[in-house]
């Protein structure tokens, strides 16, 4: 079985700077991809980056990055300079082979200060 | 281009009662997914339909139950209403069925039983 896990329930960044959100995976499947999600408080699910298993470069997707460390499971979101519009929900995901499903973790809520 | 939409976007329902929920894909796309997510929590699994056959499916009950239209369009169904179905449903389209592919997700169906 697949596993998500997300630690920090909510997390503050100031306008700006840069922050990490955490996301620790668990899988026996040696062929994998990794999703990082927004949800705003509309409700919608908002693709942000993708990592396959095999990528030997960390993804990049404009102002995210994905710190993506296989031997330690991680698969951590980065987003650089902090922008009033990025406070939301925040989800790691994950699929497994060509499966069908997306396991998600429990979020992380992120508020932006100006 | 539209996006996946979803109707209703807010549903009220009594204990017992029967409930469809309808999801349009983005233009294209073949397969749909439903999603089931619980306040606070990341969402979880229900139904995959790609092709119009079903592909896979989650730790639901069989109160649950979903089809997917020749237009690709789907409804999902749930019978005899708990308390605990409370919850977003989130409908999610993809063109293909690949490992690495992402999904595009609507407003979701806030479901309250009371």
């Known amino acids: 079985a697949q596993k998500i896990t997300q630690t920090q329930p909510g997390m503050f960044v100031q306008e700006k700077e840069a922050v990490t959100l955490d996301c620790t995976y668990d899988?026996?499947?040696?062929?994998?991809?990794l999703f990082w999600y927004k949800q705003p408080s509309s409700g919608e699910m908002i693709f942000l980056i993708y990592?396959?298993?095999?990528?030997?470069q960390n993804a990049t997707e404009g102002r995210y990055s994905l710190n993506f460390q296989k031997a330690r499971k991680s698969a951590n979101l980065v987003i650089s300079a902090s922008q009033l519009g990025d406070s939301a929900m925040y989800f790691c995901?994950?699929?497994?082979?060509?499966?069908?499903?997306?396991?998600f973790g429990g979020g992380t809520r992120l508020m932006v200060k100006p | 281009d539209a996006g996946v939409t979803q109707s209703p976007t807010h549903l009220i329902k009594t204990r017992g009662q029967q409930v469809t929920l309808r999801c349009s894909p983005i233009s294209g796309h073949k397969s749909v997914s439903w999603y089931q997510q619980v306040l606070g929590q990341g969402p979880q699994f229900i139904f995959q339909?790609?092709?119009?056959?079903?592909?896979g499916r989650g730790n639901f009950p069989d109160r649950f139950s979903a089809r997917q239209f020749p237009n690709y369009s789907s409804e999902l169904n749930v019978n005899a209403l708990l308390l605990g179905d409370s919850a977003l449903y989130l409908c999610?389209?993809?063109?293909?069925?690949?490992?690495?592919?992402?999904?595009?997700f609507g407003s979701g169906t806030q479901l309250s039983v009371l």
């Open positions: 999610a389209s993809s063109f293909f069925n690949g490992l690495n592919e992402k999904l595009f």
């Open positions: 339909y790609y092709e119009k056959e079903e592909r």
């Open positions: 899988t026996s499947d040696p062929s994998y991809g």
């Open positions: 995901a994950m699929r497994v082979n060509a499966g069908n499903m997306l396991t």
């Open positions: 990592q396959g298993s095999y990528d030997q």
